[in-house]
């Protein structure tokens, strides 16, 4: 079930990783990379396709009052959205490192959408600074390791 039916979790940002789909990873080895991240992050049993590939799955950090729906994404879609961050990217200004990234980027045929969303508190607790964005970036550090691709933070037109 997506955090988006869930009116605990109030939806804040989306992050994506782009990479080779020929370096997709498994369901079972993006759970243990997750999983590998320690107590902080708990991450449900992922959903997979009809052959056993990644779908989906969920990773909560309830010290940070936050949550991340992850889902895998190929297709059309995927090269529509690299065009329009290939134009987004266009009107700034790169260091070296960025732009090999941003050629990078250009070569990729899938990605991972990272959805975050933060734990609603209660009405009285409405002050409580517990939300924490650090675990995103986090998670999105990591799947980008683990699948060789780019993080990228479209609202920031942040490369990672």
């Keep these: 079930m997506s955090l988006f039916e869930d009116d605990r ?26 999983r590998s991240l ?7 049993a992922p959903e997979t396709s009809i052959d056993g590939d990644f779908d989906a799955l969920t990773v909560y950090c ?4 936050a949550a991340i729906d992850v ?20 009107q700034v200004t790169l260091s070296s490192q960025d732009q090999s990234k941003l050629e990078q980027i250009r ?5 991972l959408d990272l959805f975050h969303f933060e734990e609603r508190g209660d009405d009285e607790d409405e002050e409580d600074p517990g939300f924490d964005p650090g675990a995103l970036l986090v998670v999105l ?7 060789g691709g780019v993080g990228v933070d479209p609202q920031s037109l942040t490369l990672l």
């Excluded at 804040?12 to 782009?18: A, I, P, Q």
């Excluded at 309830?62 to 009052?65: A, F, V």
């Excluded at 879609?77 to 987004?88: A, F, R, S, W």
Aim: glycine share 2%; aromatic share 10%.
């Design 38 to 44: 320690g107590d902080r992050y708990q991450v449900s």
């Design 9 to 34: 979790y109030q939806y804040r940002e989306t992050c994506f990783v782009l990479f080779s789909s020929a370096h997709r990873p498994s369901a079972r080895k993006l759970a243990e990379v997750l």
């Design 141 to 147: 550090e990591r799947l980008a390791k683990l699948t």
């Design 62 to 65: 309830p010290d940070d009052r």
């Design 107 to 111: 070569r990729c045929d899938a990605r």
């Design 71 to 90: 889902s895998f994404v190929d297709g059309e879609e995927v090269q529509e959205q690299i065009d329009e961050l290939l134009e987004d990217f266009h």
